[in-house]
Structures are given as C-alpha cells and as structure tokens.
Nanobody, 123 residues
Framework: VQLQASGGGLVQAGGSLRLSCAAS????????MGWYRQAPGKQREFVAE???????NYADTVKGRFTVSRDNAKNTAYLQMNSLKPEETAVYYC??????????????????WGQGTQVTVSS
C-alpha cells in the first residue's frame, strides 16, 4: 500500500489550496481516509476524514473552511482548504485505512501514511 500526497505550496492568508492523496496497491479496499497536519515544534493534529460511504468529520478549527471529499474509483481523497490562515502552515499528511487479501486469502488490515506535503500560508 502506498499513499502519494500532493498539492501543497505557498499561498497568502485568505487563499485556497487543494490537496490530493492517492492510494495504490493490489486488490486494495480503502476505508476511511484522513488528513492530519504538523506544524514546526507541534504535535501532529487531526484535520479531517472521510469514510468510504462519504461520511465526513472535521476538526473544529477547520469547519466551514475545509472540505474533504474522495473518488472511490481512484482511491483518492481531496482536501479543499479555503480562507487559510498563517497559523495553518504545516506539513499535511494523509492516511488511509486499508484492507486486502493475501495470496492465501487472509485479510490484512492496517493504516498507511503518505509522505506529507508542505503548506505555507504567508501573512
């Protein structure tokens, strides 16, 4: 299982960015996909998540400004970020809860993380 995050960059305060996270692997079923962020000197924090059925959950700090979505056919999740603030400068990570069956037919479940993408919001 591999996750590839992209879409980060430099944006002015009040601007927008759209992050993408694509999962790949053989015979893969992706369940919940999530977004986290980690600012310098701070712990990684939850941002948003979306289940395979489309149920979403957001951190209070981003509600109304960020929108998480996904394309199940592409095993890809998106994070649309609007009205960005300088304090939201961080490395943004995606993760995915997955299921696949081994060659022996045994279920394998786990959570994989992407490599992170830098988001910098200038004031």
């Amino acid at each position: 299982v591999q996750l590839q995050a992209s879409g980060g960059g430099l944006v002015q305060a009040g601007g927008s960015l759209r992050l993408s996270c694509a999962a790949s692997g053989r015979r893969l079923t992706i369940n919940t996909m999530g977004w986290y962020r980690q600012a310098p000197g701070k712990q990684r924090e939850f941002v948003a998540e979306i289940t395979s059925g489309g149920t979403t959950n957001y951190a209070d700090t981003v509600k109304g400004r960020f929108t998480v979505s996904r394309d199940n056919a592409k095993n890809t999740a998106y994070l649309q970020m609007n009205s960005l603030k300088p304090e939201e400068t961080a490395v943004y990570y995606c993760n995915a809860d997955y299921l696949f069956y081994s060659e022996l037919g045994e279920p394998v479940v786990g959570r994989e993380w992407g490599q992170g993408t830098q988001v910098t919001v200038s004031s």
